[in-house]
């Protein structure tokens, strides 16, 4: 068998694999999920059910990234008490109120979804 007959071989069974295998990948894949409150009786429901969970998937990110800054003022304290610019009464301070913002946080984002 020549070079030129294998390279063809596998030029075919590449094209064949490649007109099969988007649809075996597809058979796999899950369908849509309803949303956490229902569908509703009504489209409109179910876009107002949706846009709820999308709020509640903002509403997270925002408070990750509020957790993030904390960490982050907190490690930056941190690094401050060991070049002596700060004390460590100043890192506690920072988990106290860093504490106390993700608490408002959480009870604002709460507060927020309720009026939905």
Same mark, same amino acid.
């Given at each position: 068998?020549?070079?030129?007959?294998?390279?063809?071989?596998?030029?075919?069974?590449?094209?064949? @694999?490649?007109?099969? +295998?988007?649809?075996? @990948? @597809? @058979?796999?894949?899950?369908?849509?999920?309803?949303?956490?409150? #229902?569908?509703?009786?009504?489209?409109?429901?179910?876009?107002?059910? !949706?846009? !709820?969970?999308?709020?509640? +998937?903002? #509403?997270?990110?925002?408070?990750?990234?509020?957790?993030?800054?904390?960490?982050?003022?907190? !490690? #930056?304290? !941190?690094?401050?008490?060991?070049?002596?610019?700060?004390?460590?009464?100043?890192?506690?301070?920072?988990?106290?109120?860093?504490?106390?913002?993700?608490?408002?946080?959480?009870?604002?984002?709460?507060?927020?979804?309720?009026?939905?």
């Amino acid at each position: 068998m020549s070079v030129q007959n294998t390279i063809k071989s596998l030029v075919s069974a590449a094209s064949v @694999a490649m007109v099969l +295998l988007p649809g075996l @990948a @597809a @058979a796999a894949l899950p369908g849509s999920q309803a949303p956490t409150r #229902g569908e509703g009786t009504s489209w409109l429901q179910t876009i107002q059910n !949706y846009g !709820y969970d999308g709020f509640m +998937l903002l #509403g997270l990110f925002l408070l990750g990234g509020m957790m993030v800054g904390v960490a982050s003022h907190a !490690y #930056g304290v !941190y690094h401050d008490i060991h070049e002596g610019k700060k004390k460590w009464r100043d890192l506690g301070l920072t988990a106290v109120v860093g504490i106390c913002l993700i608490g408002v946080g959480i009870f604002m984002v709460t507060k927020a979804t309720g009026v939905l």
